[in-house]
């Protein structure tokens, strides 16, 4: 089968469009956070988040270090909580929706600095609808999100992180 010359043209250009409007809109990858630190010590609770937060950390160009000694930065780590909530109930008392909290508390002191930063929290908030007919399907959606709500703390502590200065 042999594709008319014209059809090929409207299709190289459509192409050509498509990746001159993505380039246009400023549309780029993610890439690693700029951080003024080359190292860090985490100390405190150890999280549900740690182990991907040491991750992105090092995917970042960032040591993890097992002292204080020698980091560039110090991070505490005070504490999380999972919350649930009751959003919505139906005419009969059924729960139809809930609200899932998850927060982070922890505190900052870059090296040589002689005080912590205040205790600062980072949330992530979500809603979802619940039946209890679904109730093996509503559980791994609320597993999700609650996963979801975790990557989105590490992502909004890298952005904290990568604010601070020397």
């Known amino acids: 089968m042999r594709i008319a010359p014209s059809i090929l043209t409207f299709r190289t250009w459509l192409c050509v469009l498509i990746l001159f409007c993505l380039a246009s809109c400023g549309f780029h990858l993610r890439g690693a956070t700029d951080l003024s630190f080359n190292s860090i010590y985490i100390q405190g609770s150890t999280l549900v988040i740690s182990k991907n937060l040491n991750r992105t950390l090092h995917t970042n160009g960032v040591k993890v270090l097992d002292s204080a000694e020698n980091a ?71 597993k999700r999100l609650n996963e979801g709500m975790q990557s989105d703390v590490i992502s909004g502590l890298m952005r904290r992180l990568s604010a601070l200065r020397k």
Do not use: C
């Not at 139906?90 to 899932?100: I, T």
């Not at 982070?104 to 930063?117: C, F, Q």
């Not at 007919?133 to 791994?140: F, H, I, R, S, V």
């Open 72 to 142: 560039d930065l110090l991070l505490e780590m005070i504490g999380e909580e999972s919350e649930k909530r009751i959003l919505s109930l139906s005419g009969k008392g059924v729960v139809n929706e809930f609200e899932l909290y998850y927060r982070v508390h922890y505190r900052t002191k870059l090296a040589g600095a002689e005080l912590w930063s205040p205790v600062q929290t980072i949330e992530a908030r979500r809603d979802f609808s619940y039946s209890d007919a679904n109730l093996l399907a509503k559980q791994g959606e609320e």
